[in-house]
């Protein structure tokens, strides 16, 4: 059964079978959830394991062993950063979700948890991300039977917009 739901809390801690960073491009360490997720899985064979993949390109997305995590993998996408909506951060922020979904699903992954891509240090307003991105997961997950995604998300104004994003009570 297709499943979406939110949650308040640290993704480092859910044991799923893969959660979602908000990378960057080079798929080096960087700050917010990044950061605490290299800190988590053990930032020495993340960094060798995101060294040997060497690139992701905004909108896209790739994997790597979830290491000292609960989670077994983690999927790494980079969310584009906002320039204002001039420069596809919509279409590219969805092809962030899709691609992430598609990357658990060739792997046979069957809950998936992310984070509130490109609203943090990349500047994405939230309420648009939100939607964006629920419109994305849903586009994927309606042929898809058996996908369960979480949102994992780290403070309570965040969680109400999602939850708005899905039209469920806050
Ligand atoms: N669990 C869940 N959500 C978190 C956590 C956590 N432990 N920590 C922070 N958040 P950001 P971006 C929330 O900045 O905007 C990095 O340097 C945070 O409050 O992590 O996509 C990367 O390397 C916010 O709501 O991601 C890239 O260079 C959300 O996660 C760049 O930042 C996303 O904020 C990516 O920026």
Redesign the pocket.
């Known amino acids: 059964m297709v499943h979406i739901e939110t949650r308040l809390g640290?993704?480092?801690t859910m044991n799923v079978d893969a959660i979602v960073n908000?990378?960057?491009e080079e798929l080096?360490c960087?700050?917010?959830?990044?950061?605490?997720i290299y800190r988590a899985a053990g930032a020495e064979k993340l960094r060798k394991a995101c060294r040997a993949i060497g690139h992701c390109d905004t909108g896209d997305a790739v994997i790597t062993d979830g290491f000292d995590l609960p989670a077994d993998y983690i999927i790494h996408t980079v969310?584009p950063v906002w320039f204002g909506g001039e420069r596809d951060e919509a279409k590219l922020l969805a092809s962030s979700y899709r691609r992430s979904l598609e990357v658990a699903k060739e792997k046979g992954l069957k809950t998936v948890a992310f984070?509130?891509?490109?609203?943090?240090?990349?500047g994405?307003p939230t309420e648009s991300a939100a939607a964006t991105a629920v419109a994305a997961v849903r586009d994927f997950l309606k042929d898809d039977e058996e996908m369960t995604v979480i949102w994992?998300?780290?403070?309570e104004q965040?969680k109400r917009i999602y939850d708005a994003a899905l039209g469920e009570e806050a």
């Open positions: 640290d993704i480092t908000a990378a960057n080096m960087g700050g917010g959830v990044c950061g605490a969310g984070p509130s891509i490109s609203t943090g240090i990349f994405y994992v998300l780290f403070d965040t």
